[in-house]
């Protein structure tokens, strides 16, 4: 497209700019303000051709209008270029497209906490900003050969990548390209969401002071199986135990343990149905657990004998230690904290080896346990040094779970909140009076939902995709340099799988 002389003037400056940014970054010296600084780059370009072929830079509010956007970014104007083009039948190259989603994602990449580990890192430095200067330089040149103008850039990096390295990255370019579109699809979401808080819901909890604790990393999260129901309602496990209920594997609902001397038997089923099945069925509990992921908890203790929390923490990369109880072994963990979190199945972790408390000989076992095996002290440690106690899906008309509470050794001036599920009058009073809970009568996904739109209000709430974008971008960076060559292939299938399951979720 040929350019006034007041457009080749404008475009002369940003010449300046980008050479001076260019040719400013040596991939021995790395700094990761260089990969925020090749980001505006191109954001300069992109506005640049946003004002010569007329292109409407908007956005949309939370209510769904279209308006101006006063600040785009390059992830925004890249697809309206794309879609104008398109209208216009000129060419866009989607070479071009990939090296601009990884130049966003690795600019995203260089502002964020992980320049830190880039910073103290200089074999993923090099390797990192090696790779966005090559795609700035065939962008670049793209974007001038549309103008019919020199690019002013020349190619810059002198390292001869092997086939297996082109290999590496050419899927990595790839990853970036695709996180872009997960994270411009993740934007539009959140811009259009309007968060329900209903604050005459829950009026008997002190929000103020638990979102405070929640940020100090101050209280322990308990989850049971009562979150794991079916879209009727009726409790996964529960099913689970009545359907494998038979003659030498008898299940006692009231107790909700089965019968004696049939442990080896159930654990072959447990293995089976909680390692495949179980996480196909658990729709409505991931979902629920999916929002409490975004409210960060620095310790979960999960009373389930599934580890679909954990699951979830690994699904989107997020930090965390998994820890489960094992009667054999004594488990050591690190401390608790928001930015290194703890998830503990405190009975077991089927889905491993079938393994659960569910008989009364086995419970009884566990009581009687060495305390360290039974509860390591770093879990042990933050629980009994916190303010706030929520418990969420635990029935307490279930004689083991009140039990289990004094195993637990609660803080006996802490805040605690329940749910009533139906409980009896007696064991409420004595749950109340004993450990200091107080119950709430409403559902608990409601409840949670409340709870994460106040933590979003507050601003201490975690997003899953952009966790999951920020982790597996830094993860990209460093593929060649930790795996061996052998196992760099299985891990880029990883990263492919889990990047098209979070793509689909919005596709679907």
Known sequence: M??????????????????KIYDGIECCNFK?????????????????????????????????????????????????????FKQINVLWSKEVDMHIGSIWIVGNLGSHAQKELLET????????????????????????????????????????????????????????????IL?????????????????????????EDLLEAIELGLCVLFIGPDLSVDEEGDILHEKFYKSISQRNIEYNEEDGFFMPKAEKQIELKALNYYGNKFHKENTVGRRILEKITQIPFSLIVSVTPDDTMHKIYDDYQINHNFVYYNSRTKQQTNEPTKAQPVIFNML?????????????????????????????????????????????????????????????????EAEAYSFETNLKEINKAFVSKQFNITFIENNYEEFVDVLLSKCKKVNISQNLIDIFIKNTTEAISKISKELKPEEIDKK????????????????N
Request: net charge negative; with cysteine.
């Open 492 to 507: 880029l299938n990883e990263f492919e799988e889990k990047i098209n399951s979070k793509l689909n979720q919005f596709d």
């Open 2 to 19: 040929k350019l006034s002389q007041e457009q080749q003037q404008k475009l002369q400056n940003i010449s300046s700019r980008i050479i």
């Open 121 to 180: 890192d200089s074999d993923i430095s090099q390797v990192t900003i090696e790779n966005a200067l090559n795609s700035m330089y065939i962008v670049t040149k793209w974007f001038y050969e549309l103008f019919e103008i020199e690019c002013p850039i020349k190619p810059k990096s002198k390292h001869i990548l092997s086939e297996k390295e082109q290999e590496v990255l050419n899927k990595s370019n790839t990853f970036y390209q695709k996180l872009a």
């Open 32 to 84: 990761s303000s260089c990969l925020n600084s090749l980001r505006q780059s191109l954001e300069y370009l992109c506005m640049f051709t946003c004002e010569v072929y007329d292109i409407k830079i908007t956005r949309l509010t939370k209510k769904g209008d279209v308006v101006e956007n006063e600040n785009p970014t390059l992830g925004d104007m890249a697809p309206l270029i794309e879609k104008h």
């Open 348 to 412: 077991g972790n089927t889905a491993i080896d079938g393994k659960y408390i569910f008989t009364h000989k086995q419970f009884y076992d566990y009581i009687n346990q060495n305390k360290e095996v039974k509860l390591p002290f770093e879990i042990e440690n933050k629980i009994n040094n916190v303010a706030h106690y929520l418990f969420i899906g635990l029935d307490f008309n279930k004689w083991y779970n009140r039990l289990l509470l004094f195993a637990l050794n609660l803080y006996d």
């Open 183 to 207: 994270k411009q699809k993740n934007d539009e979401k959140n811009l259009v969401e309007e968060q329900e808080n209903n604050n005459n819901k829950f009026s008997d909890i002190y929000f």
